[in-house]
């Protein structure tokens, strides 16, 4: 499969999210006591879905990748980690069938905060870095 339809499998995965966070916002789950968009919370509903975003794309490059290529978990710059991201480092090399998620896909304690990458160890490649908004 090319990298073009991995990536239209992965987001029409994605799109039951999106289209729940729409369903929400026109069901009034938003309006705060004074019958106002609560923005605050819109947003921040909205930073999961982009923090999101890059656990979709990491495992488009896992899944580019070829069947031999092995994948290090590399931990984030955070202080401190889940209780998921050092074992799935610990556990590192992986292979691109024995890997079940990506950092920020939302599969590990640390949801889509997680601030950890993926490297290929062929050649050094690393999947895409965490989003920062500040």
């Given at each position: 499969r090319s990298d073009w339809q991995?990536?239209?499998?992965r987001a029409d995965g994605e799109n039951q999210f999106l289209q729940g966070f729409l369903a929400d916002i026109a069901?009034?789950?938003?309006?705060?006591?004074d019958g106002m968009l609560d923005l605050e919370a819109i947003g921040r509903r909205g930073d999961l879905y982009v923090h999101k975003f890059r656990g979709t794309a990491?495992?488009?490059?896992?899944?580019?990748?070829?069947d031999?290529?092995?994948?290090?978990?590399?931990l984030g710059g955070v202080e401190e980690h889940c209780r998921n991201c050092p074992?799935?480092?610990?556990?590192?090399?992986?292979?691109?069938?024995m890997l079940f998620t990506t950092p920020g896909a939302g599969d590990t304690?640390?949801?889509?905060?997680?601030?950890?990458?993926?490297?290929?160890?062929?050649?050094?490649?690393?999947?895409?870095?965490?989003?920062?908004f500040s």
């Amino acid at each position: 499969r090319s990298d073009w339809q991995i990536g239209l499998q992965r987001a029409d995965g994605e799109n039951q999210f999106l289209q729940g966070f729409l369903a929400d916002i026109a069901r009034g789950k938003y309006i705060d006591d004074d019958g106002m968009l609560d923005l605050e919370a819109i947003g921040r509903r909205g930073d999961l879905y982009v923090h999101k975003f890059r656990g979709t794309a990491g495992q488009g490059f896992v899944d580019s990748s070829s069947d031999e290529d092995l994948f290090e978990w590399r931990l984030g710059g955070v202080e401190e980690h889940c209780r998921n991201c050092p074992d799935l480092a610990e556990s590192s090399p992986w292979t691109k069938d024995m890997l079940f998620t990506t950092p920020g896909a939302g599969d590990t304690a640390c949801l889509t905060n997680c601030k950890c990458s993926l490297v290929r160890i062929e050649d050094g490649l690393t999947s895409f870095a965490p989003i920062n908004f500040s």
